[in-house]
């Protein structure tokens, strides 16, 4: 699904802590409503009526469901950023095998939080240029610093530390996002550690 970046903008940014407050509960309202009820249904009075606001307040800060969907995957985006963050900021496990269970353990608890929601942002949220690029800068962004991690282990034994670090990258987003977000979806616990274990023995020639 495609959409001009004027679609998805909101409209309002709030200023005031009560304004906040009042986006934080419409935002929060509509994943419980998408998740309840689908994309299709999950209409802008059902997001208002959940949020306990009026619908003309709601079309205040967005001007359609598609820039709410887009909002949440933004605020997703940037609870990765600020996860990865915290990660680099404490250290690093000395092992590799330390490393990804890090690196997969803060992505795993990024996303088992709500996996129907999940499912409905990789399947229906709309795409914006603006989103897509800013989907693309992460990525570059996360690829560099996995290549960092990977050329200051000792224990890894890729010949391509470059490749390596795309590989990881891919594989933790792919298989995390597609495991938890199935209909039938794997526990977070054994999706951790079942890419813990082979990220590693594939880094490590184990």
Known sequence: MTAKPNELGPRRRPRQRRSEETRDRIL???????????????????????AEVSVGSLYQY?????????ELVAR????????????RRTGMPESIGGVMRAIVGTAVGNH????GF????????????????????????????????????????????DAAARLVVATVDVVVHQLLAAPDPLAASVVEDEVVAMLTRYLAGG
């Open 28 to 50: 929060d309202a509509a994943v419980e409503v998408f998740t309840e009820f689908g994309y299709a249904r999950g209409t802008t009075n059902r997001i208002a009526e959940w």
């Open 62 to 70: 967005y001007p359609n469901k598609d820039a709410i969907v887009a």
């Open 76 to 87: 997703h985006l940037d609870a990765g950023i600020a996860a990865a963050t915290e990660r």
């Open 112 to 115: 088992a939080h709500d996996p």
């Open 118 to 161: 999940l499912r409905i942002l990789m399947e229906q949220a709309p795409r914006s240029h603006e989103l897509m690029t800013r989907v693309a800068e992460l990525q570059h962004r996360a690829i560099g610093d996995m290549r960092e991690i990977l050329q200051a282990q000792p224990d890894v034994v890729v010949a391509d530390e």
